[in-house]
């Protein structure tokens, strides 16, 4: 039982420090990619159109330890399940509640293409990216949890 707490109180001490790179790799890998306002529409309007939305640092948190305890459980469905709730969600978000209109009074067609398209691929690139990293996250730290108690164990009985 003691080994069993010592190796999930690793997991969870490398997920926590892990976690801290998920933002800086998100934005550095859409970095390029951050879309362009269409013309007429001003850059701080369109900065504040497309901002993240509160609780996005938190739900991603959440979802790191949700991977952990799926891998440490060994219960792929468990991850299954929650990407097909994303990819469910996500998806009646934008066709329902934030789907843009096919035009905008003012905007040139193309410019709003354009705009439309950078922000599609932003956002996507975004949401995989995370997703990605979160899973990526638990499945090392659980694999780095048990593995780290180990070698540690088989040192202290070395010295000893």
């Known amino acids: 039982m003691a080994k069993t707490l010592l190796q999930l109180g690793t997991s969870i001490l490398i997920l926590a420090l892990l976690g801290f ?3 800086p790799l998100i934005r550095f890998s859409t970095k390029g990619g951050l879309p362009r306002p269409p013309k007429p529409i001003s850059e701080d309007l369109w900065n504040e159109i497309i901002g993240r939305g509160t609780g996005v640092s938190l739900l991603g948190s959440l979802e790191r330890f949700f991977y952990l305890a ?3 459980k060994e219960a792929p469905i468990l991850i299954a399940g929650w990407l097909a709730f994303k990819v ?18 003012g905007v040139d067609q193309i410019e709003y293409l354009r705009a439309r398209s950078q922000l599609g691929s932003w956002i996507f690139h975004r949401f995989l990216i995370g997703t990605l990293a979160n899973i990526l996250i638990g ?8 593995c780290l108690y180990t070698i540690i164990a088989q040192y202290l009985c070395r010295v000893a």
């Open 70 to 72: 799926a891998f440490w």
């Open 21 to 23: 790179a998920v933002g």
């Open 88 to 105: 469910a969600s996500g998806w009646h978000n934008w066709s329902m509640i934030v789907k843009l209109p096919d035009n905008l009074e």
């Open 139 to 146: 499945l090392i730290s659980v694999i780095l949890g048990k």
